[in-house]
């Protein structure tokens, strides 16, 4: 229980996929401009991760490798990530239209968010278990949709406070990302930073 809660801590905070390993910059500037929209792609994301890491595992762990096509890992990986963000996007086009114009088109570019498949293939770099890649996965996620939330709240912050006019709009963004992800790295000492 404690492995299991030292690899989800990793993921979520030591080894944050955004802010210290730099993967999916992308919708982490571009959704962040809403509160909402950034907790249902944070919501999102989450799900496609433990999904698509869930099945690429079993994929990879009992089909791929038993039958010595290990080499094709990264097309079945890529088929599976596409395929389960096409069941997210239709799941919340029936259950939140609201939500599914708020997220536009960043929705379905989760299938080309370098963290999905980044993670897989870390999950199978480190040899993880199914359980441990899910934990890892789940972790990833939560971590995902923290630091997206907080980047949220932090530029409806700054969208009511008097910024210098060079430093307005993207550039106090990056700015504040770049303060985040310093904070984030002062984690870098504790248990499973190197997962």
């Known amino acids: 229980m404690l492995e299991a809660l030292i690899l989800f801590f990793s993921a979520a905070i030591v080894n944050n996929f955004v802010l210290v390993r730099f993967l999916g910059i992308c919708p982490f500037i571009g959704v962040s401009k809403q509160l909402s ?48 963000v096409q069941l997210v996007e239709i799941f919340i086009k029936q259950f939140s239209y609201s939500l599914y114009q708020a997220l536009g088109i960043y929705l379905p570019l989760i299938t080309t968010n370098c963290i999905v498949l980044g993670l897989v293939l870390l999950n199978v770099s480190l040899d993880h278990s199914l359980v441990e890649a899910l934990v890892y996965s789940l972790g990833a996620g ?33 700015i ?16 499973g930073s190197t997962a």
């Open 37 to 84: 929209a950034a907790l249902g792609m944070g919501g999102a994301t989450t799900f496609v991760l433990v999904l698509s890491s869930l099945l690429c595992s079993l994929a990879f762990n009992y089909v791929l490798r038993p039958l010595g096509l290990s080499s094709l890992d990264l097309i079945v990986d890529i088929i599976v990530i596409a395929v389960s």
């Open 142 to 174: 939560v971590g995902f949709t923290l630091v997206l939330t907080l980047f949220a709240a932090m530029r409806e912050r700054l969208d009511l406070n008097d910024v210098p006019a060079p430093f307005q709009g993207t550039a106090i963004a990056l």
């Open 176 to 191: 504040t990302a770049g303060l985040m992800s310093l904070a984030f790295m002062g984690f870098a000492g504790f248990a």
